[in-house]
């Protein structure tokens, strides 16, 4: 069974970055897609980024366009999320996900994802 290990999340003021990292337990190679959520206290979980693995094609909520990336390195096994131009509103724990193989349903769905980390959190003062 995959094994999803996140990191990188901390405290960051307002306007700052932080760089999460999603290691795998295994070769994600052959996973469809691996992407990003994240969950504030007492909300949703809401989709934030994804990425495929194939051919490394990328989508993004419209919260988060062109302040985060998403990107892969197959040969570590690990996704990464760069978030920039922080805001109060990122506050959350973000988690990785991943997708063995292509179902039916929308990739911004949590229940598209069959594996999950246990989250790291971030925190953007004002």
């Known amino acids: 069974q995959v094994r999803l290990t996140e990191s990188g999340g901390g405290l960051v003021q307002a306007g700052g970055s932080l760089r999460l990292a999603c290691l795998a337990s295994e070769r994600t190679d052959s996973n469809y897609a691996m992407g990003w959520f994240r969950q504030a206290l007492g909300k949703e979980r809401e989709f934030v980024a994804r990425?495929?693995?194939?051919?490394?094609?990328?989508d993004y909520a419209d919260s988060v366009k062109g302040r985060f990336a998403i990107s892969r390195d197959t040969a570590e096994n690990t996704v990464y999320l760069q978030m920039n131009s922080l805001k109060p509103e990122d506050t959350a724990v973000y988690y990785c996900?991943?997708?063995?193989?292509?179902?039916?349903?929308?990739?911004?769905?949590?229940?598209?994802?069959?594996?999950w980390g246990q989250g790291t959190q971030v925190t953007v003062s004002s």
């Open positions: 990425i495929t693995w194939s051919g490394g094609n990328t």
């Open positions: 996900a991943a997708v063995a193989r292509w179902r039916l349903g929308v990739y911004s769905s949590p229940n598209w994802y069959d594996y």
